[in-house]
C-alpha cells in the first residue's frame, strides 16, 4: 500500500473509495466479456464494422479492469478475487444477448456506455479535489466511455440509414 501517497487524501474515506471502484471492476470484466461474446454472436449487415469496433471495446474494457485493479491495490485493497462476486457489486449489470442482429447488439450496448458514463461521472464527483490520482483515472476511464457511446451510436446510425436506403430502393 503507498502508505505516503494514500495520506494525501482529504475528505474521503479510503474504504469507501475502494468499495466505489469494486464496484467500477465488476461493470469492467462483465463490459469485457459483454462485448468479446457480442464480437463472436454478432449477425446481419455490416456485422464485420460492429465486430472491429465490439472487440476494440472488450479491449478497452479490460484495460480498464486493470487500470482500477491497480488503484485498489494502490489504495490498500483487494480486487474482487472471485467472478461470482461480479454479478453481486456490479453497477450496471450484465446484458445477455438476447438476438445477435447487430443493430440490436448495438442498441444494448449503447445502453451498457450509457450506465458506465454515469457511473464515472459520480466517481468523478466522489474523488474531484479529494483523491487526485483517483481522480486522474476515472477521468480518463470516463472519456473512453463518452467515446465508446459515440463510435457505438454513430456505426449503428449508419447501419440503420444504410437499411432505409436500401428498402427505399426496394420499394
Ligand atoms: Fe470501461
Ligand atoms: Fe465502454
Redesign the pocket.
Known amino acids: 500500500m503507498a502508505k505516503f501517497g494514500n495520506s494525501i487524501i482529504r475528505g474521503l474515506e479510503i474504504r469507501d473509495i475502494i468499495t466505489a471502484l469494486n464496484r467500477a471492476y465488476a461493470d469492467e470484466w462483465l463490459?469485457h466479456y459483454q462485448y468479446f461474446i457480442e464480437a463472436k454472436v454478432v449477425k446481419g449487415i455490416m456485422k464485420d464494422a460492429a465486430i472491429v469496433e465490439l472487440t476494440q471495446?472488450a479491449a478497452?474494457?479490460l484495460r480498464h479492469a486493470t487500470m482500477v485493479a491497480d488503484r485498489i491495490i494502490q489504495l490498500g485493497g483487494t480486487p474482487l478475487l472471485n467472478p461470482k462476486e461480479w454479478f453481486t457489486h456490479t453497477n450496471c449489470g450484465y446484458g445477455e444477448p438476447e438476438e445477435f442482429d447487430v443493430v440490436r447488439i448495438l442498441r444494448d450496448s449503447i445502453k451498457g456506455?450509457q450506465c458506465?458514463i454515469s457511473i464515472y461521472s459520480q466517481l468523478v464527483d466522489m474523488t474531484r479535489d479529494k483523491d487526485i490520482v483517483t481522480y486522474d483515472i476515472v477521468s480518463q476511464i470516463l472519456a473512453?466511455?463518452v467515446g465508446?457511446e459515440e463510435d457505438l451510436q454513430a456505426l449503428h446510425d449508419d447501419i440503420t440509414e444504410f437499411i432505409a436506403d436500401l428498402k427505399k430502393s426496394l420499394n
Do not use: S
Request: hydrophobic share 20%.
Open positions: 463490459a471495446h478497452d474494457e456506455e458506465a473512453d466511455e465508446h
